[in-house]
Structures are given as structure tokens and as C-alpha cells.
């Protein structure tokens, strides 16, 4: 049980445009979910947790406008990333705590985002 | 504030050796510790975990770790390393509050030589 998935796997695109990653929780309600950000060889770095029907909590520094969190229900939390530029390339990983209130979050399998 | 220190980038262990990862922390309550594996390529899997009780805990893959109080750490061990075990492995804890944040050390690169 507690699977997280995370679709696309991997996308490209182009400069200027904008893409949305998706993450779900096949089998488990999840009252939070994460939404983190994974540069080459380093930790990872939180950038917002969102709680369903909330709005995000972002951390200090990352842009909200540009990283759209929607948590419509309690199963899907999605990240859009707004006019995209080369620096945003990147692995995205999200991951969801469930509604038993354990404190294990459970992780997708990540998104690689590169932008041309 | 919280934190999570492990001192080593990475460490290279010979296949068949026993293997320990070393994992700090700073926290003023009692603290929810975890060990994640992330393979090349892949999300991350939880090994093992802290709340309370026995502070030596037993986890997946042959995997255990032993939470100090005194020496505010929780280090991880294995008795025999697999190639398959190479990976980056991340200690964190969670930061109380409503969401439970992970604070996520930096990670540890484990290579495997033959």
C-alpha cells in the first residue's frame, strides 16, 4: 500500500511555455502532500506543502506565481510550473502524508523537467 | 532550529563488508527520524523509522539503524552490502508542526566495489 505516482515521468519543453505535473495517491486519502525539488547530486529542497482544498504554503524564496500548487482533492495535488525557463530544469518529486496521521510521507517516483 | 548533519559526501564499501552511514541531528523534542534510499533515477524509499520505543530499529533489506539520544544521532547500519545497495541514502526527521515537514540531510552517495 501507500503508492504515490507522479505523471509525466519526464518532460521537455519549450522556453516560455508552461507545464503541469501530476501527483496522485492510488491508494491512501492524503490530507498533505509536498512538493519538492532535487538539483543533481544534492538533497531535497522543499519548495511548498499544500493541504487539500488550501492554498500552498511555500517556502521562503520559491516563487508562487511561477509554481502553481493546486491540492483540489485528496487524492491529487498538482504542480504547474509557469513560463518556463532553463533554470527551472530540474527533478520534481512530490510526496503525501496520509489521513491516519502517521509521519511518513510517501514519495512519487519524481518528474525530470527539462527546459530548451 | 532543526537539522539533519551527514558528515559523509559518500562512502565506498567493498561488497560483502559491513556498512555504516552516520546521521546527526538537531531537534528539541523527541524526534521522528527516518532513513530513505534513493536508487539513480528513482523516488525515494523509506528503510526505516524512529518514533519511540526500542531505539534499535530493524528496516527493509537487511537494513537497521540505532537512534542515540546522548549523541543525538541516528546511524545506519548493515551487516553485509549488496551492489545493489549503491545508492544515495538521506536521513531526516520531522519538524512537529501541523505538516510534519521533513528537514532532509544532504545525503550520502554509498559505492559498492566489487
Known amino acids: 500500500g501507500a503508492v504515490v505516482s507522479q505523471h509525466p515521468s519526464w518532460v521537455i519543453c519549450k522556453s516560455g511555455t508552461s507545464v503541469k505535473i501530476e501527483c496522485r495517491s492510488l491508494?491512501?486519502?492524503?490530507?498533505?502532500m509536498f512538493w519538492y525539488r532535487q538539483f543533481p547530486k544534492q538533497s531535497l529542497m522543499l519548495m511548498a506543502t499544500s493541504n487539500e482544498g488550501s492554498k500552498a504554503t511555500y517556502e521562503q524564496g520559491v516563487e508562487k506565481d511561477k509554481f502553481l500548487i493546486n491540492h483540489a482533492s485528496l487524492t491529487l495535488s498538482t504542480l504547474t510550473v509557469t513560463s518556463a525557463h532553463p533554470e527551472d530544469s530540474s527533478f520534481y518529486i512530490c510526496s503525501a502524508r496520509d489521513l491516519a496521521g502517521r509521519y511518513e510521507q510517501y514519495f512519487g517516483p519524481g518528474t525530470r523537467l527539462t527546459v530548451t | 532550529a532543526q537539522s539533519v548533519t551527514q558528515p559523509d559526501i559518500h562512502i565506498t564499501v567493498s561488497e560483502g563488508a559491513s556498512l555504516e552511514l552516520r546521521c546527526n541531528y538537531s531537534?528539541?523534542?523527541?524526534?521522528?527520524l527516518f532513513w530513505y534510499v534513493q536508487s539513480p533515477g528513482q523516488g525515494l524509499q523509506l528503510l526505516l523509522k524512529y518514533f519511540s520505543g526500542d531505539t534499535l530499529v530493524q528496516g527493509i533489506k537487511g537494513f537497521e539503524a540505532e537512534f542515540k539520544r546522548s549523541q543525538s544521532s541516528f546511524n545506519l547500519r548493515k551487516p553485509s552490502v549488496h551492489w545493489s545497495d549503491a545508492a544515495e541514502y538521506f536521513c531526516a526527521v520531522a519538524a512537529g508542526g501541523s505538516n510534519y515537514q521533513l528537514i532532509w540531510g544532504a545525503g550520502t552517495k554509498l559505492i559498492i566495489k566489487p
Open positions: 491508494d491512501f486519502q492524503a490530507t498533505t
Open positions: 531537534y528539541g523534542a523527541t524526534p521522528y
